[in-house]
């Protein structure tokens, strides 16, 4: 997509620089804003930030005008794999006639072959898949926008600090409800809950938005942590005392408060994907990262030591430990259900059901002794096959699996600050998520979803940044030498 020369003459440098520049702080601005009206988990919530990235997307073309076509070829491959997932969500709400829908997806058809409908959709339920589509095709302009903006490296950095903001609100207002009990939330009048939540309604999904808000301030410290070349005990202390005078100090504190959130969420597997993830990520970052400081192998430790051991028995984890002692097969539903849900993936393997319509083609699966009304499964991969098949998931599972292999392989051969921080970040939000997944719905609140979106666009941006471009020691901490130093820094 590319203008004319003569385009120049109405757009001047200077237009296009303020453009990228409202480009960039209205994308943030969304990020910040898509978790408050109950994670955008509610139609009205979605359509505004539908509307959002919508006029964002427009203003994206017209600032990126001159590098679109260059900079989206960069993304071949992932965009293609995202297109395909979109095309198999069109395809489910395209009327079609009956014979076709029949070949494509015969179950989708058996309803409807004795009435001789003529055309019909292979979603069981049409006007929800159209909904879904809306937020599908939401996503991919947020993961091209992203793209954009994460063409300059400062831009990342940027994006890492909002969400590390974005997450301590979260946490100091969901720890700030539980401490005080009040009858009803502050935000949208919703009735109080013993476990921290946050501005979701869900548990859950707020705990999982917090490891990914969690996964931005790990990549911050990674990043100053990897700037301290500390080679001995009295230069590492005078590094330390360095960083309590600057923005790590910020950041440590952001980090304490969305720890002590996490654990007051009382999320099971929210506690066990981030602390897991966190150990996997970081023995990959400790064995494979080049160039590594005395100060990460500190960092890890200190993440174990005084979060998890110390600040988190303050404030709940036992509870924690209590809920996962007293979890079995036998007082959970969620494994009869993924169990009753299975035939819906072989009746409707190819192109699925249409997207959100798990709620509805789930009671006909229904053992008898299943009770209760279930609008998600409780393992997002799984009902992402049942919605769009296998051909849609397998591309989304390319996508995820790419951005991961470009993160580790980011984190492992860059040798810039930014770069390693920004990677160790992707790697942990996605893994994180993943786990995650296995026994939830995280990525079925919008606010969650855009999130994972972003840290998909990070990781593809991380490894196309030209190595010349990056500066070897980005916002570098203090290399002071002596206390006067440090004190006037």
Not at 14 to 27: A, D, E, G, N, R
Not at 249 to 270: D, E, N, T, Y
Not at 338 to 358: C, K, Q, W
Request: glycine share 4%; hydrophobic share 50%; net charge positive.
């Amino acid at each position: 997509m590319t203008l004319p020369i003569s385009s120049t003459i109405f757009f001047s440098e200077h237009m296009l620089k303020k453009s990228k520049t409202w480009v960039m702080y209205l994308f943030f601005g969304i990020i910040a804003w898509s978790a408050i009206p109950l994670g955008s988990n509610r139609p009205w919530a979605v359509n505004i930030l539908q509307i959002f990235i919508a006029v964002t997307f427009l203003l994206t073309l017209f600032a990126y005008y001159q590098q679109h076509t260059a900079r989206l070829l960069q993304f071949k491959a992932p965009i293609i794999l995202f297109s395909v997932f979109i095309s198999v969500a069109l395809l489910q709400i395209i009327p079609m006639p009956l014979g076709l829908v029949n070949q494509l997806s015969p179950n989708s058809a058996a309803p409807f072959l004795a009435y001789q409908e003529h055309w019909l959709t292979m979603s069981t339920e049409s006007s929800m898949s159209r909904a879904a589509f809306n937020k599908t095709w939401m996503f991919f302009c947020t993961f091209v926008i992203a793209l954009h903006v994460f063409s300059r490296s400062k831009n990342i950095e940027k994006m890492l600090w909002v969400i590390v903001g974005v997450g301590a609100f979260q946490g100091l207002y969901g720890a700030y409800e539980i401490l005080l009990q009040y009858d009803s939330s502050l935000m949208f009048n919703i009735p109080y809950k013993d476990r921290a939540s946050g501005t979701f309604v869900y548990h859950n999904h707020f705990a999982n938005y917090l490891v990914l808000c969690l996964s931005a301030g790990m990549g911050l410290i990674v990043m100053r942590t990897q700037n301290n070349n500390a080679t001995s005990v009295s230069s590492f202390l005078l590094h330390a005392i360095a960083g309590l005078l600057s923005k790590k100090i910020l950041i440590r504190l952001a980090l304490v408060i969305m720890v002590i959130a996490l654990v007051m969420s009382r999320s099971r597997m929210g506690n066990i994907s981030f602390f897991l993830s966190m150990t996997l990520v970081g023995a990959l970052a400790f064995m494979t990262m080049r160039n590594r400081s005395v100060g990460l192998s500190i960092l890890l430790l200190s993440i174990f030591f005084i979060d998890l051991f110390l600040l988190s028995a303050w404030f709940g984890l036992d509870k924690i430990k209590t809920r996962l002692e007293n979890t079995s097969l036998l007082n959970e539903t969620r494994d009869e259900v993924l169990r009753d849900a299975m035939p819906i993936v072989y009746d409707f393997p190819l192109f699925g059901s249409g997207g959100n319509t798990f709620y509805s083609i789930f009671p006909q699966y229904q053992a008898t002794k299943v009770h209760g009304f279930y609008d998600h499964l409780h393992n997002d991969f799984v009902q992402f096959i049942i919605e769009y098949g296998f051909i849609a998931v397998i591309c989304l599972g390319l996508l995820v699996l790419l951005a991961i292999s470009k993160a580790f392989t980011v984190m492992r051969e860059r040798h810039n600050a930014l770069c390693k921080g920004a990677s160790f970040a992707c790697l942990l939000a996605l893994c994180a998520t993943l786990m995650h997944m296995t026994v939830d719905f995280p990525l079925q609140a919008p606010a969650n979803a855009m999130l994972f979106v972003v840290y998909l666009a990070m990781a593809l941006s991380l490894a196309a940044l030209p190595r010349n471009r990056v500066k070897k020691r980005l916002h570098s901490e203090p290399e002071a030498h002596t206390i006067s130093e440090i004190v006037t820094e």
